[in-house]
C-alpha cells in the first residue's frame, strides 16, 4: 500500500489565523468569485493563501453571469 501524508492547514497571509486548504488555491474559489486582478493584488500583498473572513470584503455578488 501508499501512504501519503499532507497537511492542509495553511495560514491566511493577512490574519494570520489558521484555516484548511484541500486543494491548492481553493481559497480562491470555493467561496465566490473575485477580480483577477482583485486576486493579483492580494497575492503580491498576503501571499496565496486568504482565509474567508479576510476575502469576504472582495467577493463579487452572485449575479447570472458568475453561476
Do not use: M, N
Not at 8 to 20: A, D, E, S, T
Not at 22 to 49: F, M, N
Request: hydrophobic fraction near 25%.
Amino acid at each position: 500500500y501508499v501512504e501519503i501524508e499532507e497537511d492542509f492547514k495553511v495560514q491566511c497571509g493577512q490574519c494570520k489565523r489558521i484555516f484548511l486548504s484541500h486543494q491548492k488555491g481553493d481559497c480562491w474559489t470555493k467561496h465566490g468569485y473575485v477580480y483577477p486582478e482583485t486576486k493579483a493584488s492580494l497575492i503580491r500583498s498576503y501571499g496565496p493563501h486568504i482565509c474567508l473572513d479576510c476575502l469576504q470584503p472582495h467577493l463579487l455578488k452572485e449575479t447570472k453571469e458568475h453561476r
